[in-house]
């Protein structure tokens, strides 16, 4: 099984039905969908929270940037692109902990990944 993250933007003005290809728009405006971890914040306060940032370039600037903006006690960065991230069997990355260690991720299977990022999260719990 996978999953995905919410998408950053959706359309400003969805259609009610289908449309067909001759009535395709050449452009569609989008907006912002809320950010559900910035909202969630405050109720993070004191909790382990993981968070995932999948990312083209600097993993671990723009991690730490997001972890401190969200709250979050751990957050996986992980490439994405030229065959890496969604879609892939395997996983790679960058675990960024609020003390400000970290730990390389080598590839593995993603079964493995989750695993290893539940252990994390079980660790901090005690």
């Known amino acids: ?3 995905a993250a919410v998408a950053d933007e959706r ?3 969805p259609e009610a039905r289908k449309l067909h290809k001759h009535e395709l728009p050449f452009r569609i405006e989008m907006e912002p969908n809320p950010d559900i ?3 969630l914040a ?3 306060e004191g909790k382990v ?7 083209t370039d600097d993993m671990e600037t723009s991690g ?3 972890m401190a903006d969200k709250g979050l006690a751990l957050l996986f ?4 692109g030229e065959g890496k991230g969604f ?3 395997s996983g790679e990355g960058i675990l960024l902990r609020d003390d400000g260690t970290r730990r390389e991720v080598e590839p593995m299977p993603k079964e493995d990944l989750a695993d290893l990022l539940l252990d994390e999260v079980a660790a901090r719990l005690g």
């Open 1 to 3: 099984k996978t999953s």
């Open 11 to 13: 359309p400003s003005r």
């Open 37 to 39: 971890l910035m909202t």
């Open 42 to 44: 405050p109720a993070l």
């Open 49 to 55: 929270a993981l968070g995932f940032a999948a990312e």
């Open 64 to 66: 730490r940037r997001k």
């Open 77 to 80: 960065a992980n490439p994405v």
């Open 87 to 89: 879609g892939a069997a």
